[in-house]
């Protein structure tokens, strides 16, 4: 998953709604909240629009499910292993300074120029990933990536906010979601070929030459319907730059941090304080007071928010490796175990919206949240050459289940609970309690994994089918089991998110 993963957009985010939305003073505004809607989304009005920007999302979600599948083999042969968590964590590291910077930018100018600068970013950082020569070069190609997804997902939903009226909306944003359903099941598979017939660098070089024909026929409408600042009429509103710094702090605190657990060698501590530094005050200053005590009401919502993310997402970052490298599956194979989460994920985001579960919504968060952590704990049991390790994909599936219930929850408490005033500061620390638990637990997850010598793995592919030797599953279960146990711990904070 990447910042750039709208399959929680049953519920548009209210920071995008509370700055973005149109000005009724605004030519493009109607009395619902947007321009006219005759035709629906595929109407004459916004056809070319809406078939854009849902192509955008849908060559972005290929992009993020493709990526775990080549990540293997590229780690491998670009000698990385020791580094494979950063790969992942650099993307989520940079996108979260980029969302709030294209928040604050697309309130200014409109949603034009960051989604254009977002889609150039994300190319060039494919590009670069795709060509590096060693490691480094190809970290520093995901977090360029990070910067353009974080302005793309920022713009996108301003461009939803005002070139679409209320009636509208939840269309296209089911049609965001939907979006990543095919990539879930199709990704993997055509990866993992591409992978072991051209090489893993053409899953990140053919991304950017199919983007060319989405932008072509979203640019234009968006142009015509969202340019402009929000509120035409009045002055330009002037960045928040303590918001910007903040958001600065927690990029710089969390790569210092991520770089730290991959350095393991007493020199790392000032790296690692230097991150400590750097991001306690800047996360007191962007998340609700009483988050990290769990306090009850909107603190657990955001809380529980970063630890479903980042306990999900740092154990499946190592899924299709271990499969790979201690079972010897091919790339394919191996990306197809997390193939059928897309749809259950679907699934479970559809539940949680039925009116009739509505009173029991804590109680399917804690159980969205148990399946979390037993599909986490069962993936590492794969290690065990006598079990199958079809168990994963099934286990993955249940995961993804809890995952849609728990994560579509989140959005519609946090418009529950907030004010409108204050909506717009609490759905950016929604997006920053994910993007920063990414980065945390992917940092723990690869420094337990390089104290246990999974370095090692990188050559073992080749030869773990026949059990040769070099295998290392405790690298692997110290990285599983923790984040299981970091599951559990929100099933507690479920129980929390309602005030008494």
Request: hydrophobic share 55%; net charge positive.
């Amino acid at each position: 998953m990447t910042a750039l993963d709208p399959r929680d957009a049953d519920v548009a985010p209210a920071e995008i709604s509370a700055v973005a939305a149109p000005s009724p003073k605004s030519p493009q505004a109607s009395d619902q909240g947007g321009p006219p809607d005759q035709g629906g989304v595929l109407g004459p009005e916004h056809r070319a629009l809406s078939i854009g920007i849902v192509s955008v999302v849908l060559l972005i979600a290929f992009e993020a499910t493709a990526v775990g599948t080549a990540m293997p083999v590229a780690a491998r042969e670009l000698h990385g292993i020791p580094l494979y968590a950063f790969a992942f964590s650099a993307y989520f590291t940079t996108s979260l300074f980029a969302m709030v910077l294209s928040g604050q930018w697309a309130d200014r100018s409109g949603p034009l120029a960051p989604l254009a600068t977002g889609i150039s970013a994300f190319g060039a950082g494919l590009l670069l990933s795709g060509t590096a020569g060693t490691m480094w070069l190809f970290i520093l190609g995901r977090a360029v990536q990070g910067l353009g997804g974080g302005l793309v997902i920022v713009a996108l939903y301003v461009v939803v906010s005002r070139a679409y009226s209320e009636r509208l909306r939840p269309s296209i944003m089911a049609a965001f979601a939907a979006s990543w359903v095919i990539p879930s099941v199709v990704g993997p598979l055509a990866s993992g070929t591409v992978t072991e017939h051209l090489g893993w660098r053409w899953v990140f070089i053919g991304i950017p030459v199919l983007v060319v024909l989405p932008l072509a026929l979203a640019l234009p409408a968006i142009r015509r319907k969202a340019s402009g600042p929000a509120d035409a009429e009045g002055p330009v509103p002037a960045f928040d730059r303590r918001r910007i710094r903040l958001a600065l702090g927690i990029s710089l605190g969390a790569g210092l941090l991520q770089y730290a657990g991959q350095d393991l060698r007493w020199l790392s501590l000032l790296p690692a304080l230097a991150g400590v530094a750097f991001l306690v005050p800047a996360v007191l200053g962007l998340l609700p007071h009483g988050t990290w005590r769990a306090a009850r009401g909107l603190p657990s919502v955001v809380l529980l928010r970063g630890v479903a993310a980042g306990a999900f997402i740092a154990a499946e970052s190592f899924v299709p490796l271990m499969l790979v490298t201690q079972r010897g599956l091919s790339p394919t194979m191996a990306g197809l175990s997390l193939a059928v989460g897309g749809a259950t994920w679907a699934l479970g985001s559809y539940v949680q919206s039925r009116p009739r579960l509505e009173p029991y919504r804590e109680r399917l968060m804690a159980g969205g949240m148990v399946l979390v952590a037993l599909s986490i704990a069962t993936a590492p049991s794969v290690l065990i050459e006598s079990v199958p390790v079809w168990i994963v994909a099934v286990a993955w599936a249940f995961g993804c289940l809890g995952m849609g219930a728990v994560i579509a929850s989140t959005s519609v408490l946090l418009l529950k609970l907030s004010a409108p005033e204050e909506a717009g500061a609490n759905s950016a620390a929604l997006q920053i309690s994910d993007g920063l638990s990414n980065v945390l637990l992917l940092a723990a997850g690869g420094a337990a994994f390089a104290a246990l010598g999974g370095g090692a793995v990188g050559g073992h592919a080749a030869s773990a089918a026949s059990g040769a030797a070099g295998s290392h599953p405790a690298a692997f279960a110290a990285v599983f089991l923790p984040m299981a146990v970091v599951a559990l711990v929100g099933v507690w904070v479920a129980t929390r998110v309602r005030t008494r």
